[in-house]
């Protein structure tokens, strides 16, 4: 089991460096694919007691949702706006790459001092889960696109629902499902935002939305 955990938290931090450093929207919808599936590894290879129903369907409803609706819902709106890269981002992606090396050992350190009882098993999932959290906020504050940041949104609330998972154990069910439908309404939100950006303005830069001041 530790070494599934451990595999599973390796590329959930692989997967960060990835957002990272990807340019096409495409490459970034089924990384978030990937994270979905490696959380809900994580959620069930993590638990500590037995395998009951409950886990297993708490565990299935998040790879669904994140996995698949979500990403679907973003692929749509990203051919309808036709958008399929982030050609300009405000930091480039080099320097990305070596912010993210300062943010994993930011986020190891952090999660090093942490008060937190847990098995020794668990030890790096807080460190990955506090780096996704980390890659999720850069990417919302590092690039242009109105669709790149909101695969910053669902990274970060992916960083924020693993840490929460290792940290706090077992959550009831009817708080993780009401997770889920804020991170379903506030994307399906987003993607009409991102059409309706794409239809007044033909562009998804949102910093030359400060135009419209004055």
Same mark, same amino acid.
């Given at each position: 089991?530790?070494? $599934?955990?451990?595999?599973? !938290? /390796? *590329?959930?931090? +692989?997967s960060?460096?990835a957002?990272? &450093?990807?340019?096409?929207? %495409?490459?970034?919808?089924?990384? $978030?694919?990937?994270?979905? !599936? /490696? *959380?809900?590894? +994580? ?5 500590? &007691?037995?395998?009951t129903? %409950? ?9 669904? !949702?994140?996995?698949?609706? +979500? ?5 749509r709106?990203?051919?309808e ?9 405000l930091?480039?992606?080099a320097?990305?790459? +070596? ?8 986020a ?32 919302i ?69 400060d135009?419209?001041?004055?």
């Amino acid at each position: 089991m530790e070494t $599934l955990l451990d595999r599973v !938290v /390796l *590329l959930l931090i +692989l997967s960060d460096v990835a957002f990272l &450093g990807l340019a096409r929207v %495409r490459s970034g919808l089924a990384l $978030l694919s990937l994270q979905a !599936v /490696l *959380l809900s590894v +994580l959620a069930t290879a993590s638990h500590s &007691g037995a395998l009951t129903p %409950r886990v297993l369907g708490i565990a299935a409803t998040g790879l669904v !949702v994140r996995g698949i609706l +979500l990403p679907l819902l973003l692929h749509r709106a990203s051919r309808e706006a036709g958008v399929e890269e982030e050609k300009h981002p405000l930091v480039g992606r080099a320097a990305s790459l +070596l912010l993210g090396l300062a943010m994993l050992g930011a986020a190891m350190a952090l999660g090093a001092r942490l008060p937190l009882r847990m098995a020794p098993s668990l030890d790096l999932v807080v460190p990955a889960a506090l780096f996704t959290v980390l890659t999720g906020v850069f990417l919302i504050v590092a690039r242009r696109k109105a669709l790149t940041q909101c695969l910053g949104y669902l990274v970060l609330e992916n960083g924020i629902y693993g840490f929460g998972m290792t940290a706090v154990g077992d959550v009831p069910a009817l708080v993780e499902l009401g997770v889920l439908l804020d991170a379903f309404v506030a994307v399906l939100v987003m993607a009409v935002a991102i059409y309706h950006i794409r239809e007044e303005f033909d562009h998804l830069d949102t910093d030359q939305l400060d135009t419209l001041k004055g």
